[in-house]
């Protein structure tokens, strides 16, 4: 995988929560295979700088890939977060390598919908 290359700075609080709920959750998309879009379930969860969030996201299987010389699958990654004051949809990408179910990839992009007043 010549073409990994490691993180230059810490993920922001946010990033970090939901990187890790899909990293924790997304063995039951290809454990307990089905069509159609899955959802992860709901959870609360405290982030780093001590702000609770709630995350709500589901994948939904995209297409094989080469990865870095890999053989692939690529989810859709969709949802919803939100802390006390910020409302954010969800969007990403997760990669598995077919062969070992290695994550490749996890990537989630949130973008703030609402925010409190």
């Known amino acids: 995988m010549r073409d990994w290359r490691p993180t230059k700075r810490e993920p922001d609080p946010l990033s970090a929560v939901l990187n890790d709920y899909v990293r924790t959750r997304a063995a039951q998309v290809y454990l307990e295979p089905r069509d159609g879009a899955r959802s992860l379930g709901r959870q609360t969860v405290v982030a780093g700088n001590g702000r ?13 890939v080469d990865f870095a010389g890999r053989k ?25 390598d077919r062969e070992t179910l290695a994550y490749l990839l996890i990537e989630t992009i949130p973008r703030v919908v609402r925010t409190a007043r």
């Not at 609770?52 to 094989?64: G, I, N, R, Y």
């Not at 989810?75 to 598995?96: F, K």
Request: no cysteine; charged share 20%.
């Open 52 to 64: 609770s969030v709630t995350v709500d996201l589901a994948v939904l299987p995209a297409e094989t």
């Open 72 to 96: 692939a699958l690529a989810y859709a990654v969709t949802g919803h977060a939100a802390d006390q004051e910020i409302g954010y949809e969800v969007e990403g990408r997760l990669v598995i």
